[in-house]
């Protein structure tokens, strides 16, 4: 007990520590009334932080087919995939992601950040088995599941600037003569700024270097590229990671690629080899979504208007949405204390909207991030436009 009583009082200082600095977090529950909506406190609000990009979380079609496979197949897969966690679903789901994706083979994962951490660390295990450590070149604002991975790994990372591909050339030309296989880890959109990755460069500077890519599509699987089904979609990219949690309304991650790379993962993946398999519910609303993102493209095309629209109010306010091109559309404001204030306002005003403060962003990159869905009604999007102006002047004080 004494011993947990010295544990507490470290604790408890590094929270009022963070409190002082405007960056403690605390656990708000909601209750999901739709898509877009939420109940907190009583209150209805809109809600603009969700990543269910085409408000698939609630399409019926995603609820009929994760009934469905529960009520036949239980709640549980009782068992890793390597035991006998793997059934005939697991394996058709990951075959219509394939096709999906474009790709030889897919594999399921629990969560995005465990295939991340997991994936890419089996990967740089394996080429630094080759004889020379890996030359790792990974943007320096890679989501923390990518930098936990190349942590895991025990590699060191050479970053190159965000979304700067002139550095990242020079970069692969400085190493030119290095030993070691060579590895490019980025995003294809950032989940902080909303800016998008030049894949074709992107695998054309690795074609000519040798290099392999790993490429997460997580924040643009469902919304960008042909049908949804992403930005490295007819481009030469080795790895392809993605979600399920976001514009595909459930819950889960994946990996597309080679047959063998999927094959290899299935014996030296740690995140898969270790974790129970997907449930049958959660392998319904995957399969379901699979059926329908290709077939949504007005709502894609919504979903762009509405973007651009508030981004144009952002810029109209005199701050940044710099430099979003996509749903994500981040308002900078730079101090944590503001953005907090900034997010009261929204809520006072009817709308959900967090404030995302360090160690998410970078020292002194506090911002609301709005997170745009297609079931976003034309009465939400001009809610949305009116509040902004009066939280950025209730937010300066």
Known sequence: MRFMACFDTLFQTALDQMAQRHIRRVLRPVRQSGPVTVIRDGRALVNFSSNDYLGLSHHPALAARAAQWLHEDGTGAGASRLVTGTTARHMAVETRLAAFKGAEAALLLASGWQANASVLAAILRLAGEQGAPPLVFADRLNHASLHHGCMAAGVRQIRFRHNDLDHLESLLLRHANDPGLRIIVT?????????RTDIARLGALAREHGAFTYVDEAHATGVLGPQGRGLCAGHEIDLVMGTFSKALGGFGAFVTGSRALCDWLVNACSGFVFTTAPPPAMLGAMDAALECVPHLDAERARLARNA??????????????EPSTTQIVPIMLGDAARALRFAASLEAQGLLAAAI?????PPNGSRIRLALSAAHTDAMIDQLATAIPLALQQSAA
Do not use: K
């Open 357 to 361: 403060r360090p160690p998410t962003v």
């Open 308 to 321: 651009a629209h508030i981004r144009d109010v952002v810029r109209r306010c005199g701050l940044s949405p």
């Open 187 to 195: 995003e294809s959109v950032f989940s902080m700024d909303g800016d």
